[in-house]
Structures are given as C-alpha cells and as structure tokens.
C-alpha cells in the first residue's frame, strides 16, 4: 500500500476527471481544508477498508449467484449459453471480454435484489419530525433502511420471492440510487463507493466460472436438495458452505 500512495503522490492526475479514489483523498489531505488534518496512515486504512468490504461483498455476492443458478437450471443453461457464444475461441476470461455479456448482468442484478451484500443500508438520521406509513420518526431519529425486505415487497415486485432476471430486461429498475425498492448499494451521497469495484470483481470471476466449467451438486444431489437457508450478519451468507463439483468444459490455459 505504501508503494501504491507513493505513485499517486509522484504522478498526480493532472486531470480532475481521471481521479481515483486514492487521488481525491490524497487531493484533500494536500488542501488541508478538514477540521481534522488527514494523515497518510487514515488514506491507507480507508483504501484499504474498500478493498476489503469490496472483497468480502463480491465474494458473498458469487457464492449466492452460483447457488441460485444450480437452484435454477434453465438460468444457468441460458447464462453459459451466453458467456460461450460471446467468447468462443478465447483461452481466458478478460475485463475487455464481458461487454455483450448482458444476460449475464441481468443474473447478477436479480442476485443483487434476493440477497443485497448488505441488508441493512448504513443508519440515516431523520433531519425533521415526520410521519412514514403512519409512524411518527421524531427529529434526530437514527434510521436503519432494510434493503433485504424493500427488495422482496411484493407491493414493487410481481413474484418477488422467485429468481427471476428477465424482470431487468427493460431496464426500468437499476440499482444506481434512483429507484427506491432497489438499493442495494445504497443511494444518495452515502451510496457505496466500492460498487463499481465489486460489480467487476463478480463480472469477472462469474464469466470465468460459467465458461470454463460445468457445475454439479456433489453426490449426485439434485438441485431441490440445496440449502438455500440464509445467516444472518452484516452480510447475508447462505447459512451452510456451498459446495460444487467442476466439470472442465474449456481447458484452462497453462502458461
């Protein structure tokens, strides 16, 4: 890390539009405009707090894609069916690979809305006394918003319970902050940093799985057999490991 605040320090973007996160903190602790100055060690544990709440997220957002496509098989078909077409011919998956990967990414958005990483968005403070479904929220309230039971409301959502990513394909519902049944990264200027980050980590670890690999249940089990229970945390993890057999359909390159 410090070699990595070292660069940035040494090739400051001359380009405010090409600034990374890492730039923009390093940009702040220069102007010295906080109340409390910024140190170099607060830069290194807040890049550092992405890469690890961005890594533990994507991870738990596999695991729950993976055991939804075995729980769904004609979602899986359809998702490999995509991935080989598109890739045909190449050894690897690479970031410049997943551009027409669109059903792909209906997938990993209905993934997002039945288990978002997060069930409970970061705590709100309620500005003015108000009233929300016939509750009074008094002023200064702290409000924790359950993005887990707003995403399976059957009042926003027809079948809300099934997996179901054609539901995306019009694109009326993204999860950028501006649909409110939808959120499970947040919205508004505490949104989730790191959503870019994850998302490509997912996109890239998923695309290598579903195209290099068949998956089975081990033992022969069947997909009805599989333990969908849900444990409870500041991420929502399927309760027991989830535990697949490969089968090689493109041979990994070697070298």
Not at 24 to 38: A, N, S, W
Not at 41 to 48: E, F, M
Request: aromatic fraction near 6%; charged fraction near 25%.
């Amino acid at each position: 890390m410090d070699a990595v605040v070292q660069e940035h320090q040494e090739n400051r973007a001359a380009d405010d539009d090409k600034e990374d996160l890492l730039d923009v903190l390093l940009r702040i602790q220069r102007e010295g405009h906080l109340q409390f100055p910024m140190s170099t060690d607060n830069i290194k544990s807040a890049v550092g707090d992405m890469f690890a709440g961005g890594s533990d997220t994507s991870a738990t957002t596999l695991i729950w894609t993976m055991a939804e496509l075995l729980k769904n098989p004609r979602v899986m078909r359809k998702a490999q069916d995509e991935v080989r077409r598109a890739l045909a011919g190449q050894p690897n998956v690479t970031e410049d690979s997943l551009g027409g990967l669109n059903y792909m990414r209906l997938v990993i958005k209905e993934v997002l809305r039945l288990h978002p990483p997060a069930p409970l968005l970061l705590p709100r403070e309620c500005m003015n006394d108000c009233r929300v479904l016939g509750f009074d929220v008094p002023k200064g309230t702290m409000v924790l918003v359950n993005a887990w039971a707003v995403s399976r409301d059957p009042a926003h959502w027809d079948a809300a319970e099934e997996f179901i990513p054609e539901r995306f394909e019009r694109g009326e519902v993204d999860f950028k902050g501006a649909d409110m049944e939808y959120t499970p990264f947040g919205a508004g200027r505490r949104m989730c940093p790191g959503m870019s980050f994850g998302l490509a980590n997912v996109e890239l670890a998923l695309a290598g799985l579903l195209y290099h690999f068949d998956w089975e249940l081990p033992g022969g089990a069947q997909a009805k057999e599989l333990d969908m229970t849900e444990k409870m945390g500041v991420t929502v993890r399927l309760r027991r490991d989830l535990l697949l057999v490969p089968v090689v359909r493109v041979p990994l390159p070697l070298d």
